[in-house]
C-alpha cells in the first residue's frame, strides 16, 4: 500500500460482518477456557491479550497501523510522549550508563533526561549536534547506551541531520533514538536514513485534534543486540522473569520492542488507553491531508512575518536561506517543514508579551501540532525551568514565540497576526 491508504486500512483489517470502523474495545480482561491457555501468554509462547495494562486489541491496531506508516516491526503506544520517551531509553539503560543526547530538544524531554533520569544513576551529555563528527566523537564513553535526537526541534524547527549522526551511533556500538513528532512519518521516516528506534507523542500531529495524550515507540528490527552483546546482555541472555526467555532467539528483529512490553510496561503500566488510541486512529486517517494544508499555510505565514519589521528573527526549515533549509530538502517530503514556526521579535520578551495578549483567533495554549493555530512562549511555558544557558543551547532566545499554524483559512490566521503585531 501507499502512504495514504496505510492510513486508512493498515492496522485494522475487519474480517465478514465486522465493523468497519476500529472499534473501542474498552475491557480491562480478556476471558480463556483454559490455564494452558493463560500460561503460554504468559510466558510469551502464544499472542493474545489478557490484560490492558500490556495489550488490548485496540491499540494492538493503531501500533501495527503506526509500524507500518514509520517502516518498523513493531510499535508500542504509550500514555504520552514522556512515557514513550521513558520507555524507549529505559530499555537499553541501568543505573551507571550514560546517553548523548541533542542539547535542542524539547523542554520535558530536557527535564526529564537531565533530572530524573540523573535520579536513576543514568547520566546524560547533551551536546550540540552542529558539532564535527570528531567533536562529538568527544563525548562518547564505554558506558554509552544510546543517542537521542528530534527530526525537527522543539521549539527550534531545527532539522537534524539524520544519516550523520546514526552513522556516528552506530560506529560506537550503540542505537539511535529519535522523536519524530514534529514531521510525521508522512514528512520523514527516519528509519530510512538509518535511526533505530523511532518515538512521539501522539498528542500532536498524529491526533491532530487535540483530543488524547498519548505517545508511540517504533522498533525499526535493524540494530544488531547480539553483534553488541557486551553491551547489551540483556537482549541476549536469560529473562529470569519470563522463565529465561532470551529476547534475540525467541522474537529476532523485535526483540527490543518485545522486551520493552515484556519488562517495562508490564511494571509501570503506561500503555495508551484504547479510546485515546482511536482518537489516534482518526487522526492518521487523515494524516497527509493535513500535513499538506499544514506545510502550505505555514509556509505562507513565514513569509509573511519573515518580511515584517517588527520579527528580529525567524526559523522554519521551508524557508530559503533557512539554516535548515538544506537538510529539510534532504530529510523531509519535498522540503515540507511541518505546521511549526519560531521567531523572535524587537523588543524580546516584553513586546513577545504583548503580542501573545493581542491575538484574537490564534489561541494561546500549552500545545502545538494542534487543527487550530496556537502559540506559546516557550521560555515562559515548556522550557521554564531551564537557564538562560539551557536555553541559548536548546537554540532559543528567551523572547522567542513558538506559533502552530492550523487549518484555518491562512488569510485570517495573517490577519490576526497582523493586527497583534501592530500592538507589540
Same mark, same amino acid.
Given at each position: 500500500?501507499? #502512504?495514504?491508504?496505510?492510513?486508512?486500512?493498515?492496522?485494522?483489517?475487519?474480517?465478514?460482518?465486522?465493523?468497519?470502523?476500529?472499534?473501542?474495545?474498552?475491557?480491562?480482561?480478556?476471558?480463556?477456557?483454559?490455564?494452558?491457555?493463560?500460561?503460554?501468554?504468559? *510466558?510469551?509462547? /502464544?499472542?493474545?491479550?489478557?490484560?490492558?495494562?500490556?495489550?488490548?486489541?485496540?491499540?494492538?491496531?493503531?501500533?501495527?497501523?503506526?509500524?507500518?506508516?514509520?517502516?518498523?516491526?513493531?510499535?508500542?503506544?504509550?500514555?504520552?510522549?514522556?512515557? &514513550?520517551?521513558?520507555?524507549?531509553? =529505559?530499555?537499553? $539503560?541501568?543505573?551507571?550508563?550514560?546517553?548523548?543526547?541533542?542539547?535542542?530538544?524539547?523542554?520535558?524531554?530536557?527535564?526529564?533526561?537531565?533530572?530524573?533520569?540523573? %535520579?536513576?544513576?543514568?547520566?546524560?551529555? #547533551?551536546?550540540?549536534?552542529?558539532? @564535527?563528527?570528531?567533536?562529538?566523537?568527544?563525548?562518547? %564513553?564505554?558506558?554509552?547506551?544510546?543517542? #537521542?535526537?528530534?527530526?525537527?526541534?522543539?521549539?527550534?524547527?531545527?532539522?537534524?541531520?539524520?544519516?550523520?549522526?546514526?552513522?556516528?551511533?552506530?560506529?560506537?556500538?550503540?542505537?539511535?533514538?529519535? *522523536?519524530?513528532?514534529? /514531521?510525521?512519518?508522512?514528512?520523514?521516516?527516519?528509519?530510512?536514513?538509518?535511526?533505530?528506534?523511532? =518515538?512521539?507523542?501522539?498528542?500532536?500531529?498524529?491526533?491532530?485534534?487535540?483530543?488524547?495524550?498519548?505517545?508511540?515507540?517504533?522498533?525499526?528490527?535493524?540494530?544488531?543486540?547480539?553483534?553488541?552483546?557486551?553491551?547489551?546482555?540483556? #537482549?541476549?541472555?536469560?529473562?529470569?522473569?519470563?522463565?529465561? $526467555?532470551?529476547?534475540? +532467539?525467541?522474537?529476532?528483529?523485535? /526483540?527490543?520492542?518485545?522486551?520493552?512490553?515484556?519488562?517495562?510496561? %508490564?511494571?509501570?503500566?503506561?500503555?495508551? @488507553?484504547?479510546?485515546?488510541?482511536?482518537?489516534?486512529?482518526?487522526?492518521?486517517?487523515?494524516?497527509?491531508?493535513? =500535513?499538506?494544508?499544514?506545510?502550505?499555510?505555514?509556509?505562507?505565514? &513565514?513569509?509573511?512575518?519573515?518580511?515584517?519589521?517588527?520579527?528580529?528573527?525567524?526559523?522554519?526549515?521551508?524557508?530559503?536561506?533557512?539554516?535548515?533549509? /538544506?537538510?529539510?530538502?534532504?530529510?523531509?517530503?519535498?522540503? +515540507?517543514?511541518?505546521?511549526?514556526?519560531?521567531?523572535?521579535?524587537?523588543?524580546?520578551?516584553?513586546?513577545?508579551?504583548?503580542?501573545?495578549?493581542?491575538?484574537? =483567533?490564534?489561541?494561546?495554549?500549552?500545545?502545538?501540532?494542534?487543527?487550530?493555530?496556537?502559540?506559546?512562549?516557550?521560555?515562559?511555558?515548556?522550557?521554564?525551568?531551564?537557564?538562560?544557558?539551557?536555553?541559548?543551547?536548546?537554540?532559543?532566545?528567551?523572547?522567542?514565540?513558538?506559533?502552530?499554524?492550523?487549518?484555518?483559512?491562512?488569510? *485570517?490566521?495573517?490577519?490576526?497576526?497582523?493586527?497583534?503585531?501592530?500592538?507589540?
Amino acid at each position: 500500500m501507499e #502512504f495514504a491508504t496505510k492510513c486508512l486500512h493498515g492496522g485494522y483489517e475487519p474480517k465478514n460482518g465486522e465493523p468497519g470502523a476500529l472499534p473501542i474495545i474498552q475491557s480491562t480482561t480478556f476471558k480463556y477456557d483454559s490455564t494452558e491457555q493463560v500460561a503460554k501468554l504468559f *510466558d510469551l509462547e /502464544a499472542a493474545g491479550f489478557f490484560y490492558s495494562r500490556l495489550a488490548n486489541p485496540t491499540v494492538d491496531n493503531v501500533e501495527k497501523k503506526i509500524a507500518a506508516l514509520e517502516g518498523g516491526v513493531g510499535a508500542i503506544c504509550t500514555s504520552s510522549g514522556q512515557a &514513550a520517551c521513558l520507555i524507549s531509553l =529505559m530499555n537499553l $539503560c541501568k543505573a551507571g550508563d550514560h546517553v548523548v543526547a541533542c542539547s535542542n530538544l524539547y523542554g520535558g524531554t530536557i527535564n526529564l533526561l537531565a533530572v530524573t533520569f540523573k %535520579r536513576f544513576g543514568v547520566e546524560i551529555t #547533551f551536546v550540540d549536534q552542529n558539532k @564535527s563528527n570528531a567533536e562529538l566523537q568527544q563525548y562518547f %564513553r564505554p558506558n554509552t547506551k544510546a543517542v #537521542f535526537g528530534e527530526t525537527i526541534a522543539n521549539p527550534s524547527t531545527d532539522v537534524l541531520d539524520i544519516e550523520r549522526i546514526a552513522k556516528l551511533a552506530h560506529d560506537n556500538g550503540v542505537p539511535f533514538i529519535i *522523536d519524530n513528532t514534529f /514531521a510525521t512519518p508522512y514528512l520523514c521516516r527516519p528509519i530510512e536514513f538509518g535511526a533505530d528506534i523511532v =518515538m512521539h507523542s501522539t498528542t500532536k500531529y498524529l491526533d491532530g485534534h487535540a483530543l488524547g495524550v498519548g505517545g508511540v515507540l517504533v522498533d525499526s528490527g535493524n540494530f544488531d543486540w547480539t553483534a553488541h552483546a557486551d553491551k547489551f546482555p540483556e #537482549f541476549v541472555e536469560p529473562d529470569e522473569s519470563y522463565h529465561g $526467555c532470551i529476547y534475540t +532467539k525467541a522474537f529476532g528483529k523485535a /526483540a527490543y520492542i518485545v522486551k520493552a512490553r515484556a519488562q517495562l510496561i %508490564r511494571d509501570l503500566g503506561c500503555l495508551q @488507553s484504547p479510546q485515546n488510541a482511536f482518537y489516534v486512529n482518526l487522526g492518521i486517517e487523515t494524516l497527509p491531508l493535513r =500535513m499538506e494544508q499544514y506545510c502550505k499555510n505555514a509556509l505562507t505565514v &513565514a513569509k509573511f512575518l519573515a518580511s515584517h519589521d517588527k520579527v528580529k528573527a525567524i526559523s522554519y526549515p521551508g524557508l530559503e536561506g533557512d539554516a535548515s533549509h /538544506a537538510l529539510a530538502q534532504k530529510y523531509l517530503r519535498d522540503g +515540507k517543514s511541518s505546521g511549526v514556526i519560531s521567531f523572535v521579535l524587537k523588543g524580546g520578551r516584553d513586546a513577545g508579551a504583548r503580542f501573545i495578549d493581542s491575538l484574537k =483567533m490564534v489561541s494561546l495554549e500549552v500545545h502545538v501540532a494542534d487543527i487550530k493555530s496556537c502559540v506559546l512562549h516557550p521560555a515562559s511555558s515548556t522550557h521554564r525551568q531551564l537557564t538562560d544557558e539551557q536555553l541559548a543551547h536548546a537554540g532559543i532566545d528567551a523572547g522567542s514565540i513558538r506559533l502552530s499554524v492550523g487549518l484555518e483559512d491562512v488569510n *485570517d490566521t495573517i490577519a490576526d497576526l497582523k493586527q497583534a503585531l501592530d500592538q507589540a
